[in-house]
């Protein structure tokens, strides 16, 4: 039974309760069913929708529950075989049922049998149902099993737990930045590079007692930042591609190009030419080149001798489905922006700089934030790719929401790291209350709806409680795994 019922149940409960099926009613095994009373329509609690059914199934009455379900699958996915409350169930009753399941289980191992009943209603209620599912399911893909029964859970509880678990996300952040540190120094050790070269770290250097000193060279947290920063700045669908970049086009090959003024026309031509997202501008008509594409085209020409690194194709990244602003020419022109920051302002010491001298968290964290918050300029305010203008003006190269996201996963990580290392404990400390603190001005989809499935809208634009979140449904609710999570010990033992 869902607490909040969806419009193709109400059509499902619908056909149940007036009988609108053939009269040649069949389980999957082909045991005639009569329905004798469909039973009370559950509305007030969790579990099964129909109470207190009678029915014939074969020779046999029965007399229990019924489970309305859109298809068979989701009597698992739902949690039912979890559940105490589903003990009852003698019908679990299912619009569709591809592989034609004879039954499902209950949590004390009793065996249910399974009805189909598409193949007893008329086909165009089949279709616009289907339809209504489909839509549902698109919609909400991200539901947790739990969302009938969890209101009986204190809330007390249910925000202590996914507290706990953001505050395990940012440790482990931590411990993969930690990880990466050991293999940069490592791969600087023996000089090589990625990510050409395939290499195995091995155990005695990945569990060595390391300390401030071996991590004195201001490369290896050059590196370990800017790679972070660029696999963030690629979102899902282009963070592979960008660590790689980041990873050709390492700090010590960017700190060779030697700079004009603010000019960074040429960290620009080095990451669009090793991305292979500069077109070739000598074959471009004159009408269609800017003197924008010519420039980086003949600048990554002249540098690209230097070059001995992994090249790649523009085939190798996805623009399909992105909004434009998140078109990943835009994301590497911000990122060329951040480079500069690092190689020629010192960034990490800036940083370092505002995390010990304003005490003010609130204040710091706007501070922190601002640096990230990159404003466009030049060819790329108007451009989202190579010679192709935009419709409208292109404002930022990284907004307040990327911002946020790389302040939290990224850059406060890479500091608690950072201060852990060198000693500095006060200010890891200080550096983790910053991310206890912090609200995002956006979220996601993940966190939206495990927000409303755990009614916890009042933690929920803080940052450590939406990791948590995120940190729960991927490693517990679409896992399966609702008797390892605090909350589904409670409904589902």
Known sequence: MSSKEKMFEKDLYDIWVN??????????????????????????????????????????????DIEIDSDYVDWKSHGHHLNNRYNKVVLHATLTNKHNQPYVYTKDGRKVPSI???????????????????????????TLRCIDENSSVDKKIKEKFVLQ???????????????RLKELKYLRELQLKEPVVNYEIPEEIRNKNYTHDDFKEKEIWLQLLYENIFEALGYSKNKSIMLKLAQ???IDFLKSLKLNGKDTTKYEAALFGIS?????????????SSEYTKNIFSTWKSIKEDYDGETYNETDWNFFRLRPQNFPTVRIAGGARLIDGLLNKNLVMVLVKKIKEIRNLSVLINSLRSVFIIQSDGFWQDHYV??????????YFIGVARADEILVNVVLPFFTVYFEVFGKDELAKKV???YSIYSQKNDNRIVREVTDCLELQRVSKRTIYSQGMIELFRNYCSRGKCL????GKLIFS
């Not at 040649?24 to 509305?43: A, F, R, W, Y």
Request: negative net charge; aromatic residues 8%.
């Open 276 to 288: 292979g997202l500069i077109p070739e501008a000598d074959k471009i008509p004159e009408n269609h």
């Open 165 to 179: 678990l953001g505050t395990d996300r940012y440790k482990k952040k931590c411990r993969k930045m930690y990880d």
């Open 386 to 395: 190579f010679d192709n203008k935009a419709s409208s003006k292109i404002k």
């Open 432 to 434: 983790f209350k910053l």
């Open 484 to 487: 390892e999570c605090e909350i």
């Open 19 to 64: 009988q609108k099926f053939d009269d040649n009613l069949q389980t999957i095994d082909g045991e005639k069913i009569s329905i004798l009373d469909s039973g009370v329509h559950n509305t007030d609690t969790s579990g099964p929708d129909f109470q207190n059914a009678r029915i014939r199934i074969g020779n046999l009455t029965f007399v229990g």
């Open 248 to 250: 050709s086009a390492d």
């Open 116 to 142: 189909k009943l598409s193949e007893f209603i008329d086909e165009n209620t089949v279709e616009d149902i289907s339809k209504k599912i489909k839509k549902y399911n698109s919609e909400h893909e991200h």
